[in-house]
């Protein structure tokens, strides 16, 4: 008798599996039988994994449209820190930092170098998904997603360090400052702050990467630097370029989940329902920005963000453009 292969829960496959469905196929075994010991751990697992107010599908069937493993993630991540890398040298060699006008400046230090506290929320936000998840492919994604938003945490603080040693006039940073008290970060702060307190994973989920993400990710990775191009140095743009590839597959797999979950028309509604409460919230939240920002670049952001929740039939908010 010859021995069992390691993926023989795929045999019904007819083929032989991509390394992908090997490795990210049924890596959890707390969904189907529970805990083998019992711990508060286990008990928030069965109330808010298990216990989830979302109707179960057949979780395993999610496929992440990159297929990433630890492998193809890291091999991927580091040739885009290499690039990054290299604006940072080019950056040194050029003077560039230097030059910036004093306006550029005060706008970084302001709106750029507090990112670091929501895209630090964003980290943890990531990582309480997949460890709630009901499915080893849906964990692997959102953990890489976690290390996804650690990067921009990094490379903003490198970014606003560098600022600092260049113009010395700056001051400390004070950035947690901002974040804490300046109004314009407020309803972004309480945004991420309910968010944090959302324990229900698949809400969590549906509120991060459904509602808040396209329109963070959009107004502060991609409209940020287009606003700023007159007068941003190439760094700015180059690595805002490189952070925004990441956010885009943060999209798609959330929207190949969401088609998932949508299968079961209870899930539909329930999903709606958390769109319709949490778009307020985001929309307010990037709308704080609105007297710092071209007026054009929000509204069409607002507008794709309406034509995403479209894309996966779900209907859009009152106050939100179209």
């Known amino acids: 008798m010859s021995p069992r292969r390691s993926y023989w829960h795929l045999e019904g496959f007819g083929r032989k599996p991509s390394r992908y469905e090997i490795v990210s196929s049924r890596l959890l075994y707390h969904p189907e039988r529970g805990f083998a010991v019992s711990t508060p751990a286990g008990a928030l697992h069965e109330r808010f994994g298990r216990g989830s107010s979302i109707t179960p599908v057949s979780w395993e069937t999610f496929e992440d449209p990159r297929e990433t493993t630890y492998s193809s993630y890291t ?48 980290q943890m936000i990531a990582s309480y998904v997949g460890s709630m998840a009901p499915s080893g492919r849906i964990t692997l994604t959102a953990l890489f997603q976690a290390a996804d938003e650690l ?93 925004a590839e990441d956010a885009r597959w943060h999209a798609e797999w959330s929207e190949q989940l969401a088609m998932l979950m949508n299968e079961k028309e209870a899930n539909r509604r329930l999903m709606a329902m958390w769109v319709q409460a949490w778009t307020p919230r985001a ?40």
């Open 75 to 122: 091999k991927l991540q580091s040739g885009k820190e290499t690039f990054v890398d290299g604006l940072f040298d080019l950056a040194d060699e050029t003077g560039e930092l230097r030059r910036v006008p004093a306006s550029w400046l005060a706008f970084v230090i302001r709106v750029v170098a507090p990112l670091r506290y929501p895209l630090h929320a964003l």
């Open 151 to 243: 990067r921009r945490v990094q490379r903003i603080a490198q970014l606003t360090h560098r600022l600092h040693s260049e113009h010395t006039s700056l001051g400390g940073d004070d950035a947690r400052t901002r974040w804490e008290n300046d109004p314009i970060w407020q309803p972004m702060r309480e945004l991420v702050e309910r968010l944090l307190v959302t324990y229900d994973w698949a809400e969590a989920f549906v509120a991060m990467n459904l509602v808040m993400k396209p329109l963070f990710d959009g107004v502060f990775m991609m409209d940020v630097p287009i606003h700023a191009e007159a007068v941003a140095p190439s760094i700015l743009r180059g690595f805002c370029f490189s952070l």
């Open 283 to 322: 929309l307010h939240a990037v709308r704080a920005f609105a007297p710092l920002l071209d007026g054009d670049l929000l509204a069409r952001r607002e507008a794709a963000f309406s034509k995403s929740l479209e894309r996966l039939d779900l209907p859009r908010p009152a106050g939100s453009r179209t």
